[in-house]
């Protein structure tokens, strides 16, 4: 055994040193790779091993990846990132090389973030480095699903299918999520629309109206509906800014407990409670649950390590502690379904499927269905949800119009009969 000078970048693409025992180079950089590293230059100790200024150059290097890959908060959008994956799938599985489809690739980029990471993908590549560990260099843009299922597919020797999988998965957790956005958007306009008619009748129309009631009613009390907006409008005149103070307060305070671990998990099970809304975040988070298990499996990613990064994804923290149990669970050698049916958030349905795809040893396949199932799901609810919301959205309008509306029109039928009677 001989001692190995070596650098390496972790997971997180920050460098690190050190020496290590092995029989020769190739045996000391596959025990760096089991170990989690990703050996960017192995040498002999003392026989022209890693110098100080090698060391330095590839401390430099490192920091050039790192700031190349981290230009503009070192994250792109989902879309570029499906794109990118759609478009590699397809040269790769058309017979392209790797490195020759990641060139190409690389040159017709542009986004700038994207550009500079598919080329120090390339890079990677080109200097003997597997395309998982190039990856794994840019945790920031390819999480822990896409890293290890390249990983998989190139020690299976199926990665142009792999990165089929990669491109549908990304492809339907993108329209997914356009779907709930969609249903969430409407709302959203009418509500800042309602708002801003508020705000514009109570700071303007309103007090116009308030100086002619004053010189036309001569003291007399106006209608409770209409001493309650004038009200209104004196508060929105006079302490807008403690009204904006206030609004900023909140949403501190909202930003500060949603990152506290409890207050998370809160909201989260708040979430999935919520009426209209709630039945929508359980399905798509059931859907991201089994979508993303059974890409992985199906991938030939280890069952238990698959539960980890399905977990990490999850997007809610209910559902992680929920796939936190499977995971113990089938570390002990148990069944899954006991501890999703423990969880009492995984309808029925999902718990029969599960069971059957463990009896009849086709688990992965069960969990795609039940993910397209319950993208259809989502469709139907979110369709739904936007029926049943544009007349809510009309109704809520023209009640608070319609009380302005009323409320300024009854002094003025007041002032109409006193004009008459004076007649």
């Known amino acids: ?21 092995a ?50 908060g070192g994250k792109i959008k989902s879309k570029t990132l499906m794109i990118f994956t759609r478009q590699l799938a397809t ?50 843009i390819f999480d822990k699903l896409y890293v290890n299922m390249v990983k998989a597919g190139e020690l299976g020797g199926v990665l142009e299918l792999v ?60 209608p409770g509906v209409t001493q309650v907006v004038i009200d209104i409008s004196r508060a929105v005149q006079g302490s807008w800014y ?10 501190a305070v909202w930003k500060v407990f949603l990152s506290t671990r409890g207050g998370r998990a809160a909201i989260d099970k708040w979430k999935l409670h919520l009426p209209l809304v709630g039945p ?48 113990e669970a089938v570390r002990e050698g148990e069944s899954v379904v006991a501890p999703l049916e423990a969880s009492r958030i995984f309808p029925p349905m999902v718990i029969s499927m599960v069971d059957v795809g463990e009896e009849t040893g086709q688990l992965p396949d069960m969990l795609l269905k039940i993910a397209d199932v319950y993208d259809d799901e989502v469709d139907n609810a979110v369709d739904a949800l936007t029926s049943l919301l544009e007349p ?8 608070i119009v319609g009380t302005i509306v009323i409320a300024l029109f009854l002094p003025m039928v007041e002032i109409i009969q006193g004009l008459q009677e004076g007649a």
Do not use: C
């Not at 020769?24 to 989690?36: S, V």
């Not at 979508?291 to 999850?314: K, Y």
């Open 163 to 222: 990165l089929e999988r990669l491109a549908e998965y990304q492809e339907k957790a993108q329209k997914l999520k356009n779907r709930i956005v969609a249903a969430m958007v409407y709302p959203i306009i009418v509500i800042i629309i309602a708002m801003a008619i508020l705000v514009f009748l109570m700071a303007f129309i309103v007090p116009k109206f308030e100086t002619i009631f004053e010189e036309m009613l001569a003291g007399r009390p106006l």
């Open 23 to 72: 029989s020769d180079e190739a045996d000391a950089i596959t025990q760096l790779r089991k170990g989690g590293l990703y050996p960017t230059q192995v040498a002999a100790q003392g026989k022209g091993g890693v110098s100080g200024s090698a060391k330095r150059r590839a401390k430099k290097s490192g920091k050039a990846k790192a700031k190349a890959s981290g230009r503009g």
């Open 242 to 251: 403690w009204i904006l103070l206030g609004l900023a307060v909140v949403y």
């Open 280 to 327: 929508i975040q359980l399905k798509s988070a059931i859907s991201r649950f089994t979508r993303t298990l059974g890409t992985l499996v199906t991938s030939g990613v280890p069952i238990l390590q698959a539960l980890n990064i399905t977990r990490d994804t999850a997007g809610n923290v209910v559902v992680a502690k929920a796939i936190d149990k499977v995971h």
């Open 392 to 399: 809510i959205m009309i109704v809520f309008l023209a009640l």
């Open 91 to 140: 040269l790769v599985d058309a017979g392209l090389p790797l490195l020759r489809g990641l060139t190409v690739l690389g040159n017709q980029e542009r986004n700038k973030v994207m550009k500079s990471t598919i080329h120090s993908l390339a890079d990677s590549v080109q200097s003997g480095s597997t395309f998982s560990e190039g990856l794994g260099q840019h945790p920031r």
């Open 1 to 21: 055994m001989a001692n190995f000078e070596y650098i390496a970048l972790d997971a997180k693409g920050e460098e690190t040193t050190g020496v290590i025992s």
